[in-house]
C-alpha cells in the first residue's frame, strides 16, 4: 500500500472517505469539500446520519478534482475515542472499501484519529484480507479489490505519521500472511512449504536459518517430535531462525511455535465438527513465521530464535500408539496415553533445544487445547508460566493491540497428574478433557522448562474463527498473538 500525506485533496480516484465524530455532527468541518455541505446537513437532521461508530453515509459529488463517490464515516464519540476504536471503525472503513472494489482511497483526517496511524493502517489492511485464494477465475476477471494508494489529507498531524501508518501496514502484511498460512489446507501449506517459506523469509531479511529434518532430528534423538510424526508420510521438521536487533552479548527471548500441520488425533481419532479444521493446527508455527516477516522491518531492538517444530498427527502403520512409550530429546520417558495431545509432546522437544541456548525468556505459542476455547471463548488467548512479570507483560502487550491474552493459573499439583505407572510421565492425565485442560497442557510443558523463565500462550480458542469474527478479522484464521508479540518484543526491554 503506497501512502502519501498532503495538506488538501489531490487524487480524484476512488473513493473519498470524510470521518466524523458524534460531537462535530453539528457543524461541517472546514476539511471537507464546501460542496456536500448542504447535503450533509439535510441528513444529519432528518437523523439519517449521526456519527455513531461505524455508521457510512454515501453520496456522489460532480467535480473532476475529487473523488466521484464519498463515504462520511462515523467514529463515534471524541472523547471516548481510542486507538482500539480507530482500529475498529478502519476496519469497518477497509471492509466497505473491498465491497465497493476501491482501490484507491483519500481520507481527510483529523488529528485525533492521526494520533493513531498505527492502529488505522492496522485496522485497513487486516479488514482487506481476503480468504477466496483458492478460487479459481480468469486472470482478466480477477482485479484486486485491496487499497493499493492510500491518500491521507491532514492539516495538523504528528510529524511520524506516515511511518506509523506505515508500521501498522507492515504489521497487518504480516497477520495477513499468517492467515494465508492458517487458512490453507495441509496438502498444500505443508511441512515442505513452511520450510520454503521460512528460507524466503530468512533470505529476504538476512537472518540465520537452521533446518532439522529426520535425519538430524533422529541423531539429536528429539523422540517427542519423530513419534508424533511417524505416522506422517512427510518429514518432521525443526526450523531454527535467528534475528539479531540487539548487542550479541544480549540472551535471545526464544519463540517456539506448535507447527501441526494436520491433528487427526492418531488412533485417538477426532470426530467430525473437531477434525474438520484441524490444519490450523499450525497456527503457533505460523505465528512464528509472521514475526520474522515483520521483525527486521519494524526494526525491533530485540535478539530473537524462532523455533518452528513440524509435525503431522497421522495414522498409518507406523504412527504412535497409545500406551507407546517414547524417549523426549530431555531424556525423559513418556507414556502416550491420548495420541490427540500431541502438541505438548512436539513443544516440550522445542523447549528442551530453547533450554540449552541459555534464553532471556521462552514463549511458546500453539493451538495446544480446545479446553482453552471453553474457558475463555474465542476473544482471549491463554497466559500461563512461571514467571509473573512475563505473563504480565504479555497480558499488557495484549491489551496495548487489541490482541488479548488472560492469565490462567497452573495449580502445583497439576504436575502430579502426569505421574506415570512405568515410565516417567504421561501425556495425558484421565480429568484433562473436562476440566482445566489447558491448564494441564501448559502444566506438561513446564516439566521441560526447568529454570528458565517462560510463558505459554494458548490460541486454541482464537487462531480461527468459526464463529463471528471481529471487525477485522474475516472467518477462518484471525492471525491473532502476532500484534501483542510484537507489542511485547517492543516492550521487554
Ligand atoms: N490441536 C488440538 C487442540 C485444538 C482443538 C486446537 C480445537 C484448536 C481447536 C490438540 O492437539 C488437541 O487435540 N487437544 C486435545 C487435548 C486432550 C487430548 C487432552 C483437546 O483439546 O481435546
Ligand atoms: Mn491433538
Ligand atoms: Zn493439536
Not at 480468504?131 to 479459481?136: A, F
Not at 510424526?229 to 535467528?242: D, R, T
Not at 471463548?377 to 502487550?397: C, E, F, I, T, V
Amino acid at each position: 500500500m503506497n501512502i502519501k500525506i498532503s495538506k488538501q485533496i489531490k487524487s480524484n480516484k476512488g473513493i473519498l472517505v470524510l470521518p466524523v465524530f458524534r460531537e462535530e455532527i453539528g457543524e461541517f468541518p472546514k476539511t471537507f469539500p464546501a460542496s456536500l455541505k448542504g447535503f450533509f446537513e439535510k441528513r444529519v437532521k432528518a437523523k439519517e446520519f449521526e456519527g455513531k461508530k461505524g455508521e457510512i453515509l454515501t453520496t456522489y459529488i460532480d467535480d473532476k478534482n475529487l473523488p466521484a463517490k464519498v463515504a462520511f464515516v462515523g467514529f463515534g464519540k471524541k472523547e471516548k475515542f481510542s486507538g482500539k476504536k480507530n482500529r475498529i471503525v478502519s476496519a469497518i472503513i477497509g471492509k466497505f472499501l473491498k465491497k465497493e472494489k476501491a482501490t484507491e482511497t483519500t481520507i481527510v483526517m483529523p488529528v485525533e484519529i492521526a494520533k493513531y496511524g498505527q492502529e488505522f493502517a492496522e485496522g485497513l489492511k487486516m479488514a482487506q484480507y481476503k480468504v477466496d485464494k483458492y478460487k479459481t477465475c480468469k486472470k482478466q476477471k480477477c482485479p484486486v479489490h485491496e487499497v493499493e494508494n492510500l491518500e491521507v489529507v491532514a492539516e495538523t498531524a504528528p510529524k511520524n505519521l506516515k511511518e506509523t501508518l506505515e508500521k501498522g501496514v507492515v504489521i497487518a502484511d504480516s497477520v495477513n500472511y499468517v492467515r494465508d498460512l492458517v487458512n490453507g489446507p495441509s496438502n498444500i501449506v505443508s511441512s515442505d512449504f513452511m520450510v520454503a517459506e521460512a528460507k524466503k523469509i530468512a533470505k529476504e531479511n538476512g537472518y540465520k536459518i537452521t533446518v532439522f529434518g529426520d535425519k538430524e532430528l533422529k541423531k539429536m534423538k528429539w523422540g517427542g517430535i519423530l513419534a508424533v510424526n511417524a505416522g506422517s508420510p512427510k518429514e518432521a521438521k525443526c526450523i531454527v531462525l535467528e534475528y539479531n536487533g540487539s548487542s550479541k552479548k544480549e540472551n535471545p527471548v526464544a519463540i517456539v511455535g506448535k507447527g501441526i500441520m494436520f491433528d487427526s488425533g492418531g488412533y485417538n481419532l477426532k470426530p467430525s465438527r473437531s477434525i474438520e479444521t484441524m490444519h490450523q493446527d499450525m497456527a503457533g508455527a505460523a505465528i512464528t513465521l509472521g514475526l520474522f516477516h515483520s521483525m527486521k522491518k519494524l526494526g525491533i531492538k530485540k535478539n530473537v530464535t524462532g523455533i518452528i517444530t513440524i509435525a503431522e498427527n497421522m495414522i498409518n502403520e507406523k504412527a504412535y500408539r497409545p500406551s507407546d512409550i517414547i524417549t523426549m530429546y530431555s531424556g525423559l520417558t513418556v507414556e502416550i496415553t491420548n495420541t490427540d495431545a500431541e502438541g505438548r509432546i512436539i513443544l516440550a522437544d522445542g523447549v528442551t533445544y530453547a533450554g540449552k541456548m541459555n534464553p532471556d525468556c521462552i514463549v511458546t505459542v500453539a493451538t495446544l487445547t480446545g479446553a482453552v476455547h471453553v474457558a475463555l471463548g474465542d476473544r482471549y488467548s491463554g497466559l500461563m508460566g512461571n514467571d509473573l512479570k512475563l505473563r504480565d507483560q504479555l497480558y499488557k502487550a495484549g491489551r496495548e493491540t487489541d490482541d488479548l491474552g488472560w492469565p490462567l493459573p497452573i495449580h502445583g499439583d497439576f504436575k502430579k497428574k502426569f505421574d506415570s505407572k512405568i515410565a516417567d510421565i504421561v501425556n495425558c492425565d484421565k480429568g484433562s478433557a473436562s476440566w482445566a485442560g489447558a491448564q494441564k497442557g501448559a502444566a506438561f510443558i513446564e516439566r521441560f522448562v526447568g529454570k528458565n523463565k517462560w510463558c505459554h500462550i494458548d490460541i486454541g480458542g482464537t487462531a480461527f474463527c468459526e464463529d463471528t469474527p471481529q471487525e477485522f478479522e474475516t472467518k477462518g484464521a484471525t492471525g491473532s498473538s502476532l500484534r501483542m508479540l510484537v507489542n511485547f518484543l517492543e516492550n521487554r526491554g
